[in-house]
């Protein structure tokens, strides 16, 4: 199960990048910063998205625009976020390549890195930790004038910086999410994992999850840019998405809506290892839980009990749902290849932090104090919410590449029902929508993984026309 928010915040300035590039060879060093000042951003139109681990490949043809010292550039954009360490790598046997990370500034490319040899020979590499949520550019680029050729173009993962066990920075809750904001108003919260620090399989995915979906809240469904959120890796703790959860949703009273999505792992503890007896009534004696971000090398979990208490703490009627995660046995989401992932511990409480109290209903909001009575599948038998699960409980969710639109590495879950989203009539309910995108789900999953994978609505509001719930205005 999962939701999450999106907020794509506006290209910053990149201050203390980190830079790893090769020695290049004996010809003397070259930048071409001062070249970039009077280039157009909108040089190229339509420059393409690159995601991770993705190979892209293209030309550099006598048509193309030139930088002032005539040679030729592509432009290509990456949205990074805060914290990522990414590598940049041009290859070409064609051309001697030249590449350069930059921003946008008003009108013109800032350059913020570049790098010739970095990769060996003729090829160039950058690698970088990512300051700032943003847009960043990349101009493939050669070193010497009037240059043409094929080359490839790939960003990978950084290295072991976005496997560090670092607890994560403290966080000013009630600055961060100060509230405030128009009861009326609509607000989504969009989580995506990629990174699990080792305690589990790192993915490519769940992060260009939330950002879609984040996308298509604001441009198909007209939410404020500024009301969708997102937490990803290393922020993406129990105590923060509890906090950012009552805090930010909660700012929308009777008349508002939130929107609350989940990608990354999800898990089914073989014990019920956290709450027990009238505090945690599981028919079945186990665990379903998102695994989070924890500290000193342990991991986190937020229960899926609890994340329905925090849906009924809020003061509208009107919350969405959506997880795109597993709670199939200790199974995962699979990979692009479709080899299945799965989280699965031994010992749990050796590599897990498990909450010993609930999150309370009487405290203000924003505290996770404990909770001493009965607590029930709020989740399961869903009243004043309504969920849209990827898949059932006793089976695996799946992310895939190489998909038609969008781009990337994408949950198949996730991407079909963007799809669906961003297509549907004014008046197509939830039920209608769900019923199309099990469909195409459960066909992907089984003809590529051989796996049934079956999305599903659950909650009274289902038959709800999507415009209707959303307060689409």
Same mark, same amino acid.
């Given at each position: ?43 190229? +139109?339509?420059?393409? +998205? ?193 906090? @950012? ?49 924890? @500290? ?131 008046? @197509? ?45």
């Amino acid at each position: 199960m999962s939701v999450s928010t999106l907020r794509f915040s506006a290209l910053a300035p990149l201050a203390g990048f980190v830079l790893a590039c090769g020695t290049g060879d004996a010809k003397d060093p070259v930048s071409k910063q001062a070249l970039l000042a009077g280039v157009s951003t909108a040089a190229k +139109s339509s420059p393409t +998205s690159l995601t991770l681990g993705q190979a892209v490949t293209g030309s550099l043809d006598a048509t193309d625009p030139k930088l002032p010292d005539s040679s030729h550039f592509d432009q290509w954009t990456y949205d990074g976020r805060q914290g990522e360490r990414i590598q940049i790598t041009l290859e070409s046997s064609e051309f001697d390549a030249y590449l350069i990370l930059g921003q946008q500034s008003g009108a013109s490319i800032e350059s913020v890195a570049e790098d010739d040899d970095g990769a060996g020979e003729t090829n160039a590499r950058i690698t970088a930790e990512l300051p700032a949520d943003g847009t960043y550019l990349i101009l493939a680029n050669s070193y010497g004038e009037g240059a043409t050729g094929a080359y490839t173009l790939r960003v990978d993962r950084g290295g072991a910086a976005n496997t560090t066990t670092q607890r994560p920075a403290a966080i000013d809750y009630a600055a961060r999410y100060p509230g405030g904001g128009d009861p009326n108003g609509r607000y989504a919260l969009m989580v995506g994992i990629d990174d699990y620090q080792g305690i589990a399989t790192s993915l490519d995915g769940p992060v260009a999850d939330a950002r879609l979906m984040g996308r298509m809240l604001v441009d198909r469904y007209g939410f404020a840019p500024a009301n969708v959120i997102y937490i990803t890796d290393r922020e993406a703790t129990r105590e923060h998405l509890a906090e @950012a959860f009552l805090r930010h949703l909660g700012q929308a009273g009777p008349e508002g809506v939130a929107v609350f999505y989940y990608s990354g792992h999800g898990m089914q503890m073989e014990e019920n290892l956290a709450l027990t007896g009238t505090l945690d009534p599981e028919p079945d004696d186990v665990d379903e839980a998102l695994v989070m971000w924890g @500290a000193d090398g342990r991991g986190g979990i937020l229960l899926d009990d609890e994340l329905g208490f925090l849906a009924n703490r809020l003061r509208t009627d009107r919350v969405l749902m959506i997880m795109d995660a597993c709670f199939s046995g200790t199974g995962t989401r699979g990979a692009a290849g479709g080899q299945a992932k799965e989280v699965k511990f031994s010992d749990v409480k050796g590599n897990l932090t498990v909450p010993t109290s609930f999150l309370t209903d009487s405290a203000p909001v924003g505290s996770t104090t404990s909770k001493s009575g009965d607590v029930s599948d709020l989740l399961g038998e869903p009243e004043r919410h309504l969920l849209l699960a990827a898949s059932s409980d006793d089976q695996l969710s799946w992310t895939a590449s190489g998909w038609p639109k969008y781009g990337g590495t994408i949950s198949v879950f996730t991407y079909y029902l963007a799809e669906a989203m961003e297509a549907a009539p004014e008046d @197509a309910t939830f039920s209608a929508l769900m019923q199309g995108v099990r469909g195409k789900t459960l066909a992907f999953t089984q003809s590529n993984y051989n796996a049934r994978q079956t999305p599903q609505p659950e909650g009274r509001q289902s038959g709800m026309s999507i415009r209707e719930f959303l307060r689409q205005r």
